[in-house]
């Protein structure tokens, strides 16, 4: 990973502009793991060690004014990846060495009104390829300030894990689960295959979540972008 680090002041003016004020959540109240699912607890679980292992790659070293959340360094099953990080507006795909695939501007999301907790998501209209891409971090419309590297998993893999997804998803509707406990479902399922990127998208992609899973992202938001893990943790 390659991260450039003068852009600090430009980013703070960058993330106050795409504050959408009008649409702000309310406030939610902090929650244990398993508030949400007993199950959570150990996809949580899951998350934290992530985010250490990624904050350790660092080798302790500041992680500057972006941040990428998912997908992280690492192979992806989801052929369309919910993008999620915090810094620049604009982010950008291309192959390595290849010429950009699309640049697109973020869609910005607001957790906490007071905290000022926030986000930046998008995901792509087309599929990618399987094959290794490069996610481009765009200060200004013509230069990107940071990469990230991340690999889209071959296709027999990849028909294998859907082919498990697809069961799992017949079991859930038999049962008229909700979109949460799908959600959660989802998260366990490749958590427990170790697709950290997969997991993380299936907790940013619900739509209209609720308190408990506002909670749950503000959380991995904090966790994955702060420059050291939460004190609380080590009492967990």
């Known amino acids: 990973m390659t991260w450039y680090n003068p852009f600090s002041l430009t980013l703070a003016l960058v993330g106050a502009a795409t504050l959408n004020s009008g649409s702000l959540p309310q406030p939610v ?12 607890a150990s996809v949580w679980d899951f998350f934290r060690r992530e985010a250490d292992d990624r ?3 660092r080798d302790g070293s500041p992680r500057g004014p972006l ?11 989801n052929r369309t990846p919910l993008f999620v990080w ?26 906490k009104e007071d905290e000022r907790e926030l986000y930046q998501s998008y ?26 590297s991340f690999e889209v998993m071959d296709d027999d893999t990849y028909k294998q894990i ?10 859930l509707a038999a049962e008229n689960a909700d979109a949460e406990t799908i959600a959660l479902a989802r998260m366990s399922f490749f958590a427990e295959r170790n697709l950290a990127s997969d997991a993380l998208q299936e907790l940013f992609a619900v739509a209209d979540p609720s308190p408990a899973i506002q909670q749950r992202q503000a959380e991995v938001v904090e966790r994955f972008c702060s420059e050291e893990s939460k004190e609380s943790d080590q009492a967990e």
Request: proline share 8%; with cysteine; aromatic share 10%.
């Open 55 to 57: 904050r350790a790659g």
């Open 67 to 77: 941040c990428s959340i998912t997908p992280g360094e690492e192979t992806v099953w």
């Open 29 to 40: 109240a902090a929650q244990t793991p398993e508030a949400l699912a007993p199950e959570f």
């Open 86 to 111: 915090q810094g620049a507006s604009s982010i950008g795909l291309r192959q390595p060495h290849q010429d950009i695939l699309w640049q697109e501007t973020a869609t910005t999301v607001v957790l």
């Open 162 to 171: 859907a082919a498990e997804l697809e069961t799992l998803e017949a079991s």
């Open 123 to 148: 995901r792509p209209t087309e599929a990618l390829e399987p094959g290794r891409y490069e996610w481009l971090f765009f200060i200004v419309p013509s230069q990107h300030a940071a990469w990230n």
